[in-house]
């Protein structure tokens, strides 16, 4: 199995384990860690949600099948059109990080030492990306 294969098995396994609820766990989370970005989405906002996951994930699985170029042209033309929703480019980083902890938590004992290099590997070269946008 590739890199990115794992990581996708460990996000499937994750919502085996947990009701398929890492979108709705994900926004909770992140809005935790980030109040200031749940005033941006529109009220009615549970396909834009869904919608936007489904796209975070696909940067991350694409961080770790190391297609850096491609994530860093499509980061920078996301963060772009994010300006006019208002949103900043460290809420970037803490949606990142949001989803690795909800993964983590989330498969409880079956997350394995090779499981957290792959995520913090590929976590790590999503943000170096992010930090040249800032
Ligand atoms: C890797 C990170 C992200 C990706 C790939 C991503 C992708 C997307 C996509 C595909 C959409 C739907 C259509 C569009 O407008 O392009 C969207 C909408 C939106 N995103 Fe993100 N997003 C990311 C991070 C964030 C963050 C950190 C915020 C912080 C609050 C955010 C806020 C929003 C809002 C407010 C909308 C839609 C608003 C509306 O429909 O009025 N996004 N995003």
């Not at 919502?15 to 009615?44: G, I, M, T, V």
């Not at 499981?115 to 070269?125: I, S, V």
Request: negative net charge.
């Amino acid at each position: 199995m590739s890199n990115k294969e794992k990581m996708a098995a460990s996000i499937e396994r994750y919502q085996q384990l947990n009701n398929n609820d890492l979108c709705p766990a994900h926004f909770r989370y992140f809005y935790k860690c980030c109040p200031e970005a749940e005033a941006l989405f529109p009220d009615d906002n549970g396909l834009t949600h869904q919608q936007m996951q489904k796209e975070v994930i696909n940067v991350i699985l694409d961080a770790a099948a190391e297609k850096l170029d491609f994530i860093d042209g499509h980061l920078g033309s996301e963060m772009s059109k994010h300006e006019a929703y208002d949103v900043e480019p460290q809420m970037f980083e803490i949606m990142l990080k949001s989803l690795f902890d909800v993964i983590k938590k989330g498969l409880g004992e079956e997350w394995t030492d090779e499981l957290d290099l792959l995520w913090n590997d590929a976590l790590k070269d999503t943000l170096k990306i992010i930090e040249q946008y800032h």
